[in-house]
């Protein structure tokens, strides 16, 4: 598996189709993000902005792959474990890019609730880490179910994918948006909220949702 990694991370890299979506968040950070702003504020937006961004990556990494390679290294090592590796190396790329987020907010934002409370700025940091996770996993299940293998055609892959993680945003119901809720309400009052049962809720789903997908890669390769 590590070598299957390091290969789609090369692909990835090598392609510059990355170069989109990393421009694309960090100029939402730049604009959305104010200095002097409530920290819990600005991590609930920092992670917000991650699942869009993890769905996109995973689209590119599933289908970055020549037809003819892909072909070649399902081959050698199983078409499901080539699926995987183009996943995780979405997921890695995307928790790469929320840490130098976090960092932005760390130095630009205000450690202070929005009625100006003293909030614990280890303790946010760490709540905007885990639900940064949380969006991060969710997009990457909603990128495992609405690209190929599940949905071939780009014509309905691309829709579905921007009209989940539309919809996994807002919806109360989502993990993604209990965690970025979760903080920003946290923000009223000062006290830091971790998303714990957003990610118990979220790793079951990213977990199903990725395996099913390189189930089915192994019956359509």
Known sequence: M??????QAALLIGSHRWLPPVILY???????????????????????????IAVWLARICVTNEPPAARNCAAAAAGPGRVHLASLLTAAFGTLLLALPGTAFVALVSDPRSSDHHA???VSATGAGLLSALVCVLLGIAIGALCNWPVLRS????IP???LAALLLSVVGASPANAAVTGLVTGSD?????????PLAGTVPIAVAAVAAACA?????T
Do not use: K
């Not at 590590?2 to 290969?7: G, I, N, S």
């Not at 009052?189 to 998303?195: A, D, L, M």
């Open 119 to 121: 909030v614990p700025v």
């Open 2 to 7: 590590t070598a299957l990694l390091r290969y």
């Open 216 to 220: 089915l890669s192994s019956r359509r």
């Open 26 to 52: 960090g100029a939402y950070l730049a604009v959305g993000i104010q200095a002097g702003g409530p920290i819990l504020d600005a991590y609930g937006f920092a992670a917000a902005g991650l699942l869009p």
């Open 189 to 197: 009052h000062g006290t830091v909220s971790i998303p714990w049962l």
């Open 160 to 162: 579905a994918g921007l």
């Open 154 to 157: 780009p014509g309905s892959a």
